[in-house]
């Protein structure tokens, strides 16, 4: 069940939050399979859930692709999702709930994997906009935006 708190919006779009590296990956990976696409979308905004229930960033940084933990240590994460700290968002109903596409998923000119969606949770919807790179031999997230209304 996700908390009752006004209407706010996470977007997270910090300069180069929604950071998809300008740089071609060096291995390129193929178009997951719905199953894998769906797996980590909800590990990613689950791992996100909790580093705001705990108000702690260092898993959840620790899951990211490597430039995005380069840019962004886990103080650096805290402050860009204060607000949903600050307003004890959960969003963890996510993991029970199935993904409703927004866009077919897509691997952009940059190699980024774009998966944008949301889910029908109650009393708010769950809307999400992720990008992921090959990082570390896996696709690890690259750039994140999260509106939960």
Known sequence: MISCWPRFRSIVTAAGLLL?????????????????????????????????????????????????????????????????????????????????????????DKGVLRLKGHFDTTPKQVKYQLGFIPSDGAWKLSGISIDIE
Do not use: G, W, Y
């Open 20 to 108: 998809i590296c300008a740089m071609r990956p060096a291995l390129a990976l193929d178009m997951p399979s719905p199953f894998v696409q769906e797996v980590l979308i909800k590990s990613i905004l689950v791992s996100l859930n909790d580093a705001v229930a705990a108000n702690n960033f260092t898993v959840f940084h620790a899951k990211i692709s490597k430039p995005f933990r380069d840019q962004f240590p886990p103080d650096k994460l805290r402050t860009i999702f204060k607000d949903l700290v600050d307003k004890h968002a959960v969003f963890d109903a996510v993991v029970a709930k199935p993904i409703v596409l927004d866009e077919d998923a897509k691997i952009d």
